[in-house]
């Protein structure tokens, strides 16, 4: 079965600092990955995604994230955090075709991530 | 384009009784998941609907069932409410159902039961 693994359940970086948020999956397959952002109260919002190709994805917001199978990760990383970037971060491994996993995502713990000004 | 609509954004209920979430999807998207957000569980994957079929169900009671019409909207329905249901209930909405699609979630729905 697939699973995710979000190490850190809280990270309070300064305004403008650089920041990575971990995210080890567990698939037995070519994992399609996803992070998103949640703000309280809200939906999940997509940042980007990973299936197939370059391991460097660029998503929105100015958020990048790097696939690594060697290790099993997808972190999500921003070189410059602004105050507007508080918020609760998941990340998730969709299962394609066949088995009891087909058309669900995985969710990880989520981060939350404190900007201090 | 409009987003996923999910009625009503806030519920309170009363343990025993029953309860109907509805999820209208992005225009043209046929695939509709819902997921169960607690503080404790986390994000749970409850079932995802294709062409009016349940196409994949988790790990819930089956007080937990759904259902979708023709025109892509979805229903949750929860039955003999619990304490422990309460949650944020999450719709998202896929072009087509499987791992390589994008899903787009809608605000949800805070159940609280009382």
Known sequence: AQSVTQPDIHITVS??????????????????????????????????????????VQGIKGFEAEFKRSQSSFNLRKPSVHWSDAAEYFCAVGADAGGTSYGKLTFGQGTILTVHP | KAGVTQTPRYLIKTRGQQVTLSCSPISGHRSVSWY????????????????????????????????QFSNSRSEMNVSTLELGDSALYLCASSLKPGGNTEAFFGQGTRLTVV
């Not at chain 2, 404790?40 to 009016?52: D, R």
């Open chain 1, 15 to 56: 305004e403008g600092a650089s920041l990575e948020l971990r995210c080890n999956y567990s698939y037995g397959a070519t994992p399609y990955l996803f992070w998103y952002v949640q703000s309280p109260g809200q939906g999940l919002q997509l940042l980007l995604k990973y299936f197939s190709g370059d391991t460097l």
């Open chain 2, 36 to 67: 169960q957000q607690t503080p404790g569980q986390g994000l749970q994957f409850l079932f995802e609907y294709f062409s009016e079929t349940q196409r994949n169900k988790g790990n819930f009671p089956g007080r937990f069932s759904g259902r």
